[in-house]
């Protein structure tokens, strides 16, 4: 009988039992390679869902609850209390502290913008402002990083940097280029346009407006915008 009839006939559990013994001898060969491996997948998979369901998630829920009242004084335009608190409440400038990790500490970055914006303190409200990690993955998101760039814009303006200003609402139109957001920043750069006297751009951003935006409402009035810089040229 042959080498290789012999191995077709040979009994199924000495078969396994070979196949074993070579398994065992490959894992006594690269044990310290396999274990080491072993070890950095565990490692990386556990430390990742541990991160998120026992730290990065608890977190943001604790963020979350500490920025609530915040939020309600941010809503009834209570700047000064929406970012310092009162000693019975968190402030968005302690949640930052604490929580700026997380997901809603970076939203409270953006409010803290918008805060120090309105109670005139321009500079920073530019520093937490550009702190703000923006994205546009989705429709709201969107939306948030168009406004992000746009106070932006308005914070530049108060500071008579036009050329930021303008720099920064155009980039509001690009992050969110639809017919709630888009032609409000256009007009706001047609205006800072006309401060720094490049009425070609200021008409091409009003005309932009009725061209691609006529049902907005800023394109209700803006012919009287066209005809003003068409007059000027």
Known sequence: MTEKHKSQTEDPE???????????????????????ALIV?????????????????????KAAAMMFVAEQQFAVDSFALALNGDGNFAGFLEVIDRYGSTDEGNLARHYAGICYLRLGEYQRALDYLKEYSASTKSVPEALLAAQNCGLQGDAYAQLENYAEAVRMYEKAVAASDNSLSAPYYLKKAGGVYEKLGDYAKALAAYERISDDYPASMEARDIQKYIGRIQQQM
């Open 14 to 36: 000495v078969a396994i039992q070979s196949a074993i013994g070579r398994v065992e001898g490959f894992i006594m060969n690269n044990g310290r390679s396999l274990l080491t």
């Open 41 to 61: 997948v565990v490692v990386v998979v556990g430390g990742f869902f541990g991160y998120k369901y026992l730290i990065s998630g608890p977190r943001a829920e």
